[in-house]
């Protein structure tokens, strides 16, 4: 496995770090359905850029930066986050919208993910363990996945695994073939919605529009409902590229440190976590915040050059 590369990172010195703390520690908390207020999230952010405007511009700007080209994801420490998730909102705000759209008891717009609770399919693989983007059972997936680390495992079970979509096209024309590529880029696939949104299916490649869509277990899932039909030689080579992602060694893999926020081009960009040999156990626990846009037009003045 390839390793974190340095130019990914952003180091928040204390001064920053104290500054932001302090500014959403004034505000009044809020459980986590108040947060998925747009509203709400724009007036927690400005909050912490009237305290410090030049270096949460500064900082904003720095993680942007690393989204926009490979590998398409920015890790961040030196931060100090409240118990109330009010920083983790605020700032990933900063990048547009914090979405949960299932709207059920159960879901949460600040995702607290435990090996524990791990969704396993055909009764034991782990999802979380398979390279993937998320919202892959959205109409429209999310922009961006933003994981903190809260604790690590404690046996550095774990490790966060990144590939971005030029390493996974590489991979695919070496190892798969152009003919492969091609069809990964250009046919639409299944892909199946989550009940809660609807149901159903949609279409989509891949690979197309310089963007990549996967988790197997939904264009699978699809099929194996009866919802959609795909020819066998897509079916294969659907099921050869996820073989392909799991014997990978052009992923970065590190252990994020607590504090660690880990923010990812989630159209640009594959993530998982490696295998954890006792999840009942673990102490890990990862908070996970989504983000689709519109950018907030009233905060910072953004780049003209800045897409996702």
Known sequence: MEQRPESVCVRVGRGLASDLFRAVAKLTPFNDKALYDPALQKRIYESMRAV??????????EIRRRLVEPPYFAYVTGLE????????????????????????????????????????????RVLNENLHTDGTDWRHPNDLTCLLCIRPDQNSGGRSLLMDLPTVISEVENRIGKSGLAVL??????????????????????????????LHYTTKSAVDSGLAVVPKATAELLQALDDMLAMTERANDFLAEPGALTIIHNKRCLHARTAIANPEMSERLVLRTKVQRPVFKSIAPRPSSWEY
Request: one cysteine or more; a negative charge; charged letters at 20%.
């Open 52 to 61: 410090t405007p030049d270096g949460c511009d500064l900082l904003v700007e």
């Open 81 to 124: 986050f409240d118990q109330a998730n009010l920083l983790l909102v605020g700032l990933t705000g900063a990048f547009g919208d914090v979405v949960e759209p299932y709207n059920q008891s159960w879901s949460c717009l600040v995702r607290y993910i435990r090996p524990s609770t791990d969704r396993t399919v055909l009764g034991s």
């Open 185 to 214: 880029h250009d046919e639409s696939l299944p892909w199946r919605i989550a009940e809660e949104l609807g149901g159903g299916i949609v279409y989509a490649s891949v690979l197309g529009g310089g963007k990549i869509r996967w």
